[in-house]
């Protein structure tokens, strides 16, 4: 479950970085995956909020602050996200939001960048690398993105033989 969790609340602030703070979000699908007793455990977060300034053609000048409410968490199993939201895992209760803030955006070729970012969870920051890709379409704009984190860096849960540590999040947003 701790597992799960992490990668909701990192899915949540990749989601938030591709978004426009002059722009709306029309769409946006955040998904979260870990393993537990070898079984692939996914989940999606949503509630996105944003100040995103992305530049494409200057992202070193771009900036991206984005959080998520970590109550929007859903692993379609209610026991299961009650649990997660508890004291053991994300305690809501005292950190209710993830935050991520831009520390640097770089192009890495065609529609590929590269960010680091302050990820803060549970009241620790660490800094994580996320890939993504900007695209234009004829309806707006699509970040994609995708990132993999430590839960225990972010003392989500305690270290686990049957609960894995890995999490790995998605994120798909379009902007209009």
Do not use: C
Request: charged share 20%; no cysteine.
């Amino acid at each position: 479950m701790k597992k799960l969790l992490l990668p909701i609340l990192l899915i949540i602030i990749t989601a938030s970085a591709f978004t426009s703070s002059n722009n709306t979000v029309t769409r946006s699908a955040i998904t979260f995956k870990t393993r537990n007793m070898g079984i692939g455990v996914d989940g999606t977060i949503g509630g996105l909020q944003a100040d995103v300034h992305f530049d494409a053609a200057d992202p070193a000048a771009s900036t991206i602050e984005a959080s998520v409410d970590v109550n929007t968490i859903n692993t379609d199993n209610s026991s299961r996200d009650e649990h997660l939201k508890g004291e053991d895992f994300f305690d809501i209760a005292h950190y209710p939001k993830i935050t991520l803030k831009s520390i640097s955006i770089k192009h890495k070729s065609g529609d590929n960048y590269t960010g680091k970012f302050n990820l803060t969870l549970k009241g620790k920051t660490k800094q994580v690398d996320i890939p993504f890709s900007f695209t234009q379409t004829a309806t707006g704009t699509t970040f994609k993105g995708g990132f993999k984190i430590n839960r225990l860096d972010y003392g989500v849960g305690t270290s686990s033989l049957v609960l894995s540590d890995e999490v790995t999040v998605n994120v798909e947003a379009e902007v209009k």
